[in-house]
């Protein structure tokens, strides 16, 4: 797959930031983060409802071999995933989650 290949878009569920409160509870309980900040209003979480994009595991450095990318489409913010380097077949997708993910 080639450098800057779209790979799909994280599918969730939207939530007001004001449920990251609640959505922490039910992560630290199940031991499953999905959630990501979308922008400054809102969140997604696909661990209830979502696509494979939400397997995508982490990475930092020369590992990662994806990128999120937040984009404006039809009057929405969304986000995508595209890769950033050359990538075999078989081989894992990762991305960086951020330096925020891992405080909570």
């Known amino acids: 797959m080639p450098k800057s290949t779209a790979i799909g878009e994280y599918i969730a ?4 930031n004001e449920f990251n409160e609640q959505l922490d509870i039910v992560q630290k309980h199940r ?8 922008n400054a209003d809102h969140i997604l ?27 404006w489409v039809s009057g929405e913010h969304r986000i995508l ?6 990538i075999k077949k078989g081989e ?13």
């Open 13 to 16: 569920e939207l939530f007001p």
């Open 31 to 38: 031991h499953l983060n999905y959630t990501f900040t979308l």
């Open 45 to 71: 979480d696909s661990a209830w409802v979502g696509n494979d994009t939400r397997y995508l595991n982490h990475a930092q450095g020369e590992g990662e071999n994806t990128t999120a990318e937040i984009q």
């Open 92 to 104: 894992e997708l990762l991305f960086n989650y951020g330096e925020n993910y891992w405080l909570g």
């Open 81 to 86: 995933f595209f890769t950033t380097r050359y």
